[in-house]
């Protein structure tokens, strides 16, 4: 098998409504006490080799009210009022999926939509931050043949500094109570067959989570993530 190039390089997201702005990774972190938060990125790295897929999605995802869409047999999010917990099992959730168990990208998106948070308009900016980390379909249907299954490994979850920053210069009532950032530093593992070969590759990947918690709800939920490899440190 190919030694794989990253396929999950940084791509354009809309901008979403959490009271500062985080830039890119070329232009750094700059925070405002402005309505939003944009993440400003790169393009795109669309090349498809064995075990590699490209960044977009085309699966229709719904954002809809939070009744789960999930298929049966795949495990959802955490349900737990634990901050941490959430974030973590949230992160291992968005990179787990297996080419051969009979379900598509869209259906290991809808796991992670399930867990947003509905009340706040997000969903869609959720779905679409969602679809920027799984195979599109076309890569789909090339990972199959190698049998290509995807996991993560978490070396470091925490609270980053400049989440602070944030909350300091948003203005009263902007961000909910309870909400918090996680990022997140690990290794994306893939195994797959190549020539009856079992093959494994690992990848360092960093992201950020934002999620909801106590008091503003008994238990967490998802309000976005960050451009792969763009966390907020």
């Given at each position: 098998m190919r030694r794989p190039t990253d396929p999950l390089s940084p791509r354009t997201l809309p901008r979403w409504k959490l009271t500062a702005f985080v830039g890119g990774a070329v232009l750094g972190l700059v925070f405002a006490a402005t309505a939003t938060?944009?993440?400003?990125?790169?393009?795109?790295?669309?090349?498809?080799?064995?075990?590699?897929?490209?960044?977009?999605?085309?699966?229709?995802?719904?954002?809809g009210a939070r009744q789960s869409a999930t298929p049966a047999m795949l495990s959802p999010v955490v349900s737990t009022a634990d901050a941490e917990q959430f974030?973590?099992?949230?992160?291992?959730?968005?990179?787990?999926?297996?080419?051969?168990?009979?379900?598509?990208?869209?259906?290991?998106?809808?796991?992670?939509v399930d867990a947003g948070d509905a009340d706040s308009g997000e969903l869609n900016g959720l779905a679409e931050d969602t679809s920027n980390y799984l195979p599109s379909q076309a890569a789909w249907v090339e990972l199959q043949k190698y049998e290509t299954t995807q996991s993560l490994r978490i070396d470091r979850l925490w609270v980053p500094e400049r989440w602070q920053d944030v909350l300091d210069q948003a203005r009263d009532g902007a961000i909910l109570p309870g909400t918090v950032a996680y990022t997140v530093e690990g290794m994306r593992l893939r195994t797959g067959l190549w020539d009856g070969d079992?093959?494994?590759?690992?990848?360092?990947?960093?992201?950020?989570?934002?999620?909801?918690?106590?008091?503003s709800y008994t238990t967490c939920r998802l309000l976005r993530l960050s451009a792969l490899d763009t966390p907020l440190q």
């Open positions: 938060i944009g993440l400003l990125i790169g393009p795109p790295d669309t090349t498809i080799s064995p075990a590699v897929e490209n960044t977009r999605s085309p699966a229709t995802i719904s954002p974030a973590r099992s949230a992160a291992e959730t968005l990179f787990e999926w297996d080419t051969l168990q009979g379900f598509q990208p869209r259906d290991y998106a809808q796991i992670i079992v093959v494994e590759t690992a990848h360092p990947v960093s992201f950020t989570l934002f999620v909801v918690c106590k008091p």
